[in-house]
């Protein structure tokens, strides 16, 4: 079977906490990521960061995302999370945003293969958790194989696994996937490769693994608001047929049980802020949901939130 590998919940700032987590590990993704968390920020005792942290019982295998680009500072994040059950250890080596990268760090780490090799093999002596990195295609005044470079030295420092978003980080999240650049690194390395950008659907998936040869796939922004795509990816994965797309009911049902799961993590009121912003991504394309997404921005209590959605026909 062409999609015999795992496929994965990308990490993603501001929307990958425990409760989305858990809504797609019970969707079917195999694994999952926190958001990514500054090893300066673990190291100075940020209690931000440290409740970025999370894991829960219910929620699939779970990376920890860290950054950072000291090799002391980023093994001390690490030895400090060794002792956390469910998870395996990734670093951001592809953020593309200006203060990340001003810093040297994300997707800046590109431009520094020996820095990556000396990270990871820091982390190796560090952690007994699986030690992954999440790497772009390139970044401007990195050499043109930079992603391979990258990729070859996690591999070479004791890194399990590389995720590959074919994008540079000029790209950001604009443009295609480049799937040419992702099979390049499957090609450079022996260690299990992610094919991670424009992953949608099925079809995307086998079209990612077939073009790419990777072993596994990544979502990212397709499953917010619809994380019934990993139903329908191991569903066909699996040679049934493409189950039908969700009810009002059900959409109504998950939006629940996500927010009461919010409610739970974090309370009502930081809860029903953070579910504003899910709500559009939910209601995208159902019919007569458009005077709903506007009053979502207006919800200020639990019980607005569930009168809203049960309105949902």
């Not at 093999?121 to 043109?144: D, N, V």
């Not at 099925?202 to 790419?212: K, P, Y």
Request: hydrophobic residues 40%; aromatic residues 6%.
């Amino acid at each position: 079977m062409i999609l015999a590998g795992k496929v994965i919940l990308a990490p993603m700032a501001g929307f990958t906490d425990l409760s989305f987590r858990t809504v797609c590990a019970e969707m079917g993704a195999d694994a999952a990521c926190c958001e990514m968390v500054s090893a300066k920020g673990l190291y100075y005792g940020d209690a931000k960061t440290e409740k970025l942290l999370s894991i829960g019982e219910r929620e699939a295998p779970c990376g920890f995302q860290i950054f950072g680009r000291e090799p002391d500072i980023m093994a001390w994040a690490a030895e400090k999370l060794d002792r956390r059950g469910n998870a395996f250890l990734d670093v951001n080596l592809g953020c593309p945003v200006p203060k990340i990268v001003k810093n040297g760090e994300g997707s800046a780490l590109l431009r520094e293969p020996e820095l990556i090799y000396r990270i990871f093999k820091s982390l190796k002596e560090a952690t007994g958790k699986p030690l992954t990195g999440k790497i772009r295609t390139g970044i401007q005044g990195a050499p043109e194989e930079a992603a391979v470079m990258a990729a070859q030295a996690i591999e070479s420092a004791g890194g399990a696994a590389v995720t590959v978003h074919g994008r540079s980080r000029e790209q950001y999240y604009s443009g295609k996937c480049d799937l040419a650049a992702i099979a390049k690194v499957r090609a450079s390395v022996g260690i299990p490769v992610i094919g991670n950008g424009d992953i949608e659907s099925f079809d995307d998936a086998v079209r990612m693994m077939r073009e790419t040869g990777c072993d596994a796939v990544m979502v990212g922004r397709a499953a917010l608001g619809n994380p019934w795509v990993f139903r329908e990816i191991k569903a066909r994965a699996a040679g049934m047929a493409l189950p039908e797309r969700p009810s009002a009911e059900e959409i109504q049902d998950v939006m629940i049980r996500h927010f009461d799961s919010m409610v739970s993590e974090k309370g009502e009121y930081s809860a029903v802020r953070e579910m504003r912003k899910f709500v559009p991504k939910y209601l995208r394309g159902v019919p007569g949901s458009a005077a709903l997404r506007r009053e979502a921005n207006n919800i200020g209590s639990g019980d607005e939130f569930r009168k809203l959605i049960g309105s949902l026909k």
